[in-house]
């Protein structure tokens, strides 16, 4: 199976050597201007926190016309990535019921036979680099962008047990001013990490967590756009709850993430190892319930008149999968895992759809 980021091989050779790829660069299609969140993009699709682990990726996916680029999430501190393995395909090709949380998922026995229609799960525990790393190279990656295109910087704060809250609180305003001083044009915080600590991958179902670490972000960026990276909600009055706690604070929020879910091997042990029962499963699998989540917040902000932006993703490989974003009035569609197998599929959504 040919990909960008190798799945035997660690986190840190990945990091030092990808993204792997032998093909050619076609030629990307222009597209005319659009807004995204007050700055001019030439689409408005992009890719999330995740496969761009630094400047290297950045510069290679922006060649290939994605025009969002999210730097994959940085902490105030170096933190390892857990062992191999950290990414495994999930053994089935239909949709995740959102509502059965304890359903086991299997890992498959070999490689997908179409990767784009793939689920996977992964595991990696936000790995970073210390900042003396991450702020130099997020300024390389700033300079390596085209016209038309815009860097997200994601960012996490590193609560141990015992830290206090206003401590976290503040240690993401902190985050957002470092990523803004580095380069970032947009900043993101990560409430919604599946495979951490509990306490750190479900900020977003508190919302009033939620909408001090906003405020805080929103400080700390000093007039740049916050976006808030939220993860699944089986409850909708929720959605509704967090969107009017972050009005105001933050520009967007980023929905979904991966979701949390126990991944086991054939024998009923943990896929990723004992400690790490439950990861985050991304991909075809949680495409329609990731839209759903989507079109419930879009309401919300019609209905409730809010000035936040709604970008989607969750299971993007196909053009329809992003028209149905689009569709609903989504204000950006990103592919989180999808361009890793097809590093071209920006170019041929641009060439079906310049208006995006
Ligand atoms: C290799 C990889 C690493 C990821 N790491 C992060 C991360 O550090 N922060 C984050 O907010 N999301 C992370 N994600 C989640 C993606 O941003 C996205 O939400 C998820 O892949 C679902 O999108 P998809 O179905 O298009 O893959 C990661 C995804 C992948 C594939």
Redesign the pocket.
């Known amino acids: 199976m040919v990909a960008t ?1 190798d799945i035997e091989r660690s986190f840190d050779w990945n990091y030092d050597n990808g993204p792997v790829y032998e093909g050619g660069f076609p030629e990307v299609p222009k597209t005319p201007q659009k807004d995204f969140l007050g700055l001019g993009v030439n689409s408005r699709i992009g890719i ?4 761009l682990l630094n400047s290297r990726w950045i510069e290679f996916y922006g060649r290939m016309g994605f025009d969002i680029l999210t730097y ?2 940085v902490r105030n501190q170096y933190r390892p990535c857990y062992d191999l393995p950290n ?1 495994v395909f999930i053994d089935r090709d239909d949709q995740i019921d959102p509502r059965i949380l304890d359903e086991a998922q299997k890992m498959a026995a070999g490689d997908p036979s179409d990767p784009l229609a793939a689920t996977s799960s ?1 595991s ?1 525990g ?1 790995p970073s680099k210390a900042p003396d790393e991450w702020m130099p190279d997020v300024a390389a990656a700033r300079r390596v962008l085209r016209s038309g295109q815009v860097l997200i910087v ?1 960012v996490v704060a590193s609560s141990k047990p015992g830290t206090s809250v206003e401590d976290m609180v503040r240690e993401f305003g902190d985050l957002a001013a470092m990523a803004r001083e580095a380069g970032a044009q947009m900043v993101e915080a ?1 409430l ?2 599946p495979n951490v600590h509990k306490s750190e991958g479900e900020i977003f179902l508190d919302a009033e967590l939620s909408g001090e670490i906003a405020a805080a972000m929103q400080k700390g960026a000093n007039g740049i756009p916050v976006l808030l ?1 939220l993860g699944h909600f089986a409850d909708e009055e929720l959605i509704s709850e967090v969107l009017h706690a972050v009005e105001g604070k933050a520009s967007a929020v980023v929905m ?3 979701i949390s879910r126990r991944v086991v091997k054939d024998d009923g042990s943990a896929a990723f190892g004992e400690g790490r029962e439950m990861s ?1 499963i ?2 075809r699998g ?1 495409h329609a319930f990731s839209l759903d989540n989507v079109k419930s917040a879009l309401e919300i902000v019609k209905k409730d008149r809010l000035s936040l932006k709604i970008v989607a ?4 490989s196909r053009i329809g999968d992003a028209k149905e974003f689009f569709d609903a009035g989504a204000a950006a569609v ?5 361009p ?1 197998f097809d590093p071209t599929l920006a170019i041929q959504f641009k060439k079906s759809h310049p208006e995006w």
């Open positions: 980021y999330p926190a995740g496969l994959k999430t990414w992964v990696f936000m994601s990560n919604s990490c990276k979904v993430n991966g985050g991304l991909g949680i993703v969750g299971g993007v990103m592919l989180g895992s999808a890793m």
